[in-house]
Structure formats: C-alpha cells, structure tokens
C-alpha cells in the first residue's frame, strides 16, 4: 500500500509542475503579446510640412504628428482643416494598418500626388514621402 500512496503522489506532483508550467508560459506570452500591442500603439507618422501653400493655419517647418486615422480637408470636421481653394472638402485621409501608415485620396477633385504621381489607390507610406495637395506639401517621416 506504501508504494501506491508514492506513486499516487509522484504523479500528483508531476501534474503540478506540468501545470505550473503552462501557467508560467501563458502569462509570459501574454505579457509579450501586450509589449507588442504597446509598441504599435506608440508608433506614429510625421509630415513635415515643406510647403504650407494658401492654408493659414500651417506654417513651413512644422510637424503634423499622426497616430490615428487622420483626415485632410477644407471641411472644418477634418482632422487638419486646409484652406488651400484646390483642395476638396474631405481630400485625403492617412490611417494606421498592420503597423504601417496608409494613405488614401477621397475621391478629390484635383487629386493627391504622392512622390509626383497621382494617388489612384491606398498606398503604404513610407520614409521620404512626398505628398503634394494643391499648394502643401508634406514630407513623411515614420518614427
């Protein structure tokens, strides 16, 4: 009966460990799942503005940060209201996606350009960017 009872609790034990185990490794990559969620949080997209054209309210040098899903235009519920008459009431807008920064044209009239070229699609930003609306341009900076 001795050597039941020990076998009993070797295996007990063992279980614990084996659970024990699992618990650790579980709360270890939930704490790396929540480092990784925090670093995308904190990563953002800088437009230096090259050019601030006829918009009043930009100066030449200054840095538009962006994190969230940013919208352009001479409508006063954009995100960056332009005062530029070539640009379109809701013109463009830039977003976060996958941890990169995309950039869509919203069906303007006189349409984006991104690095001399019209925008026809959503296009990952990357750095060096060049984006032209009416008289701004912004040059792109991921950090």
């Known amino acids: ?10 295996f007990t ?8 185990f699992i618990i650790i490794r579980s ?4 704490s790396r799942d929540m480092d990784s969620v925090e670093e995308v949080k904190e ?3 800088r437009l230096t503005i090259l050019k601030s054209g006829e918009n009043r309210n930009l100066k030449e040098g200054a840095v538009i940060s962006i994190v969230n899903e940013t919208t352009f235009g001479r409508k006063n519920d954009n995100t ?3 005062t530029d008459p070539y640009v379109s009431g809701y013109h463009f807008r830039i977003f976060p996606k996958e941890g990169r920064f995309v950039i869509e044209d919203n069906q303007s009239t006189n349409g ?6 019209k925008l026809e699609m959503k296009t990952y930003l990357k750095k060096e960017d060049i984006i032209k609306v009416g008289n701004l341009t912004l040059k792109v900076n991921v950090s």
Do not use: C, Y
């Open 1 to 10: 009966m001795d050597i039941e009872r020990f076998i009993g609790l070797a």
């Open 43 to 45: 990563k953002s997209l």
């Open 27 to 30: 709360l270890f990559l939930m």
């Open 112 to 117: 984006t350009l991104l690095n001399g070229e």
């Open 80 to 82: 960056v209201v332009l």
């Open 13 to 20: 034990g063992f279980f614990v460990i084996i659970l024990f």
